[in-house]
């Protein structure tokens, strides 16, 4: 296996001399080239530096899938021959809208395409990777809910993320508790002021949107051609946006998950391990990405095998000031 420790010596071995720095442009881009050459596909890089925590949170809303990400990708797709590509996909999701944007932009250009997973891709990027014709996966992949989740801001200045289907679920036993017991409303007023009067119809227009859009994608790209693929859709949609399923939006949904969950049994896997050479290659790839997001300020990566490249950068903040 092309283990991080392998990579990590390919690229110390770029360095002139000890005090140079090493070339990550020329190991990844080799990597990349490995992995298209092995598959007879180009290669675009959608990768995002959201598991280094310091990072993440100086590239704030940066780090979320959201509708900058429309520059990366008319970068990405652009010298790219044919109407067949692999999508290298590592986020942990963001805006179901942007999302949508993304799409009409990739399969605008592109007949079919393969989204490879090797680690994770959570909640909007579980909704990219689903408008694909197939998704290559491994045993350490994840997907994850795409149930929408919305942010609240408490008396102290914190911030709370509570599940759309939660604020449902509590709004509706508020609704029965009380008009069973009339006298328990005083306790539950506090609870229901903080949400304002139209977050529960939000909460089911956004699990809406999140269901409707991926039934879509669905039935246009990967399920195309296959009998009942409407209903087929609809369950996958369904089983993906309910909570109550998960328990939590951060639940790893896993290559044997797919294969053992019924309503997700049709979403089309490949797994990479029945390919060594294929799972070897990627792995290099996404260990070549991750140490340059570990050696340089790139938090956000759109790459493709054309060597065209968009990559954002934590800006440095220099605070001038009296010293003390």
């Known amino acids: ?14 360095k002139k001399d000890p005090q140079s720095p090493p070339n990550l442009d020329i190991v990844r881009r080799g990597k990349m080239k490995a992995v298209s050459e092995h598959t007879g596909h180009p290669l675009i890089i ?14 704030g809303s940066g780090v979320l899938l959201n509708w900058s990400d429309k520059e990366g990708f008319i970068e990405a797709i652009q010298d790219i021959q044919g109407d067949v590509v692999d999508i290298l996909l ?28 090797p680690n994770m891709a959570k909640s909007a990027a579980t909704m990219l990777a689903l408008s694909g014709d197939q998704i290559l996966m491994d045993v350490a992949s994840e997907l994850g809910p795409i149930d ?4 609240f801001q408490k008396g102290d200045g ?18 029965e508790k009380i008009a069973n017991h009339p006298k328990i409303l005083a306790p539950w007023l506090p609870i229901l002021q903080q949400y304002g009067p139209s977050l529960y119809q939000q909460a089911q227009n956004a699990i809406e949107l999140s ?9 246009q790209y990967m399920l195309e051609g296959k009998p009942k693929k409407k209903s087929l859709a609809k369950k996958i949609a369904d089983y993906l946006s309910n909570h109550n399923n998960f328990k939590s939006h951060a639940k790893r949904i896993g290559l044997n998950d797919i294969k053992e969950i019924k309503a997700l049994k049709v979403i089309e896997t490949v797994d990479m391990r029945e390919d060594p050479d294929l799972q070897n290659k990627i792995w ?28 954002r950068l934590v800006q440095p ?8």
């Open 1 to 14: 296996m092309n283990t991080w420790n392998d990579v990590l010596k390919e690229i110390e071995a770029t």
């Open 46 to 59: 959608y990768a995002v530096d959201f598991l280094n925590e310091a990072k993440a949170q100086a590239a």
């Open 90 to 117: 590592h986020s942990p999701g963001g805006i179901a809208e942007a999302a949508d944007s993304l799409v009409n932009i990739i399969r605008g250009r592109f007949r079919n395409v393969r989204f490879i997973i």
């Open 148 to 151: 929408p989740q919305f942010n």
């Open 158 to 175: 914190s911030f709370v993320t509570a599940p759309a289907q939660a604020i449902i679920d509590q709004f509706e036993s508020a609704q």
């Open 211 to 219: 269901k409707n859009l991926v039934e879509k994608w669905l039935v």
């Open 284 to 311: 290099g790839l996404y260990h070549a990405i991750s140490l340059t997001f570990d050696w340089t300020a790139a938090y956000k990566i759109f790459e493709n095998t054309s060597e065209r490249a968009l990559i």
């Open 317 to 324: 903040v220099q605070i001038v000031g009296p010293m003390k």
